[in-house]
Structures are given as structure tokens and as C-alpha cells.
């Protein structure tokens, strides 16, 4: 993929959907100690890279995985080593319930021809709110400020495609956009008004670009990755 400055003249701010990373390439993988400072590196070799924005949300607390927010702050602790990386975490989950069709499909009384809508079970609907919202906003403020020559967006939330395109009709200012999900699974509409793109993220990267077990933090102190992991 050629980008638009490939001398590392220009500066490119990173803007990383966490949750949409993490689900997309990360969670079913032994690679969730990733080195998000390495990885930026890696993808985008011709670039100078100036901020990576990685916004998140405070993981909920279930009881068949109650350790998953303290993993998710030893991770953070980890990121924070990272010199230039801001963490953004002012999102959160909102948890409802939903009725929603039984998968298969099942009837009642069950009929060859049904007559009737599907049966329909309750479920828990986790959703995150406001990260999409906070990557749109630092994006456009970043680019008024004029922060960046470049932007690279690494998310496949379409809800961001205004932002986007703002940035560049508006400011002039080329944007990629790195789909974090499986390959072929990509947005369309974030494919049609990015400047470049890519479809996924190699697994190769991920395994390559990750924190040492121990690593210190800026007062010295040790951050261990979390063993279940």
C-alpha cells in the first residue's frame, strides 16, 4: 500500500478504536499483550507517527469473569509506558434487555408453514457509548488544530465515516483507515471516503508486536502481564 507521504516527513496521528480492536483481532488470540506503540510502527513504516489516541471504556464486571477489569487496568498501565500514546477512557457500557428471535428459529407450536412470528428469548445487550464520539471529535479538533499532516483511523465503525470525510474535504487532509476485523469484513462506507485502506491487520504483526512479560513503569514501578492471559 503506497501512502501520501512516504519520505516520514509528515506527521500522522493515530486514532485506535479499543474495543473495536480488541474484538475484531485480538480477543481469540494469545496476542492481547500487544505493544500498540510497536504495532502503529510496524503498520506504517513510511510514516512519522506524532500522537496514538487509543480510546477505551471501563470494562463491566460479570461473575464468570470477574478478573476482567483488573486485567484490562494492568493493561492500560502498560500503554501508559508508551511515550507518545494518550489513553482516552471516558466511555461506558450500557447494559439492557432485549427480546430478539431465537436462533434457529423456533416456532410455537411448531408447524411446517408457520403462521406466527418467531419465538423470541431475552437477552443482555452489552453496548459501549460515547468512544465513537470522543475518536470523531479529537479527530476533527486535531485537525483544525492542524496536529497532524496525516490521520490514520484503526476502527471499522462506520459512524465515524463523517468525521472522516470531514477531514478531508474540509481540511485537505488525507486519512487511512485499518479495518481491525477479518479480512473481507470491512465497512464499505469507510472503504469509499477513506484515503487508502486496509482490510485487516496480519496476525504476524500482532504476534511480533508485543510488551515483554515485565516492564517498568514511569516511577519504576513493575507491571506484570496477567497470567491468565
Not at 483488573?70 to 477512557?89: D, E, G, S, W
Request: with cysteine; charged share 20%.
Amino acid at each position: 500500500m503506497a501512502f501520501p507521504f512516504g519520505d516520514k516527513v509528515a506527521t500522522a496521528n493515530i486514532y485506535i478504536d479499543g474495543f473495536n480492536l480488541y474484538n475484531g483481532c485480538v480477543k481469540k488470540t494469545q496476542c492481547k499483550w500487544l505493544d500498540i506503540g510497536a504495532l502503529c510502527v510496524a503498520l506504517f513504516p513510511t510514516l512519522t507517527i506524532g500522537t496514538i489516541h487509543y480510546f477505551t471504556s471501563p470494562i463491566v464486571k460479570f461473575r464468570h469473569d470477574p478478573g476482567a477489569p483488573t486485567r484490562q487496568a494492568i493493561y492500560l498501565r502498560a500503554l501508559a509506558t508508551i511515550p507518545n500514546l494518550v489513553i482516552h477512557k471516558e466511555g461506558w457500557f450500557a447494559t439492557t434487555a432485549k427480546l430478539l428471535p431465537q436462533y434457529p428459529l423456533a416456532y410455537r407450536p411448531p408447524l411446517a408453514q408457520p403462521t406466527r412470528p418467531p419465538q423470541l428469548v431475552q437477552v443482555q445487550r452489552l453496548e459501549e457509548k460515547r468512544t465513537d464520539v470522543d475518536i470523531a471529535t479529537t479527530l476533527l479538533v486535531d485537525g483544525f488544530k492542524g496536529a497532524f499532516d496525516e490521520a490514520v483511523v484503526i476502527s471499522n465503525d462506520s459512524d465515524l465515516a463523517p468525521a472522516i470525510e470531514a477531514v478531508r474535504n474540509v481540511l485537505g487532509k488525507p486519512v487511512g483507515v485499518v479495518n481491525p476485523h477479518p479480512k473481507g469484513n470491512m465497512s464499505g462506507t469507510l472503504i469509499k471516503i477513506a484515503s487508502w485502506h486496509y482490510r485487516t491487520i496480519n496476525k504476524r504483526r500482532l504476534t511480533e508486536c508485543q510488551f515483554p512479560a515485565i516492564l517498568l513503569d514511569s516511577e519504576g514501578k513493575t507491571i506484570t502481564k496477567p497470567p491468565e492471559w
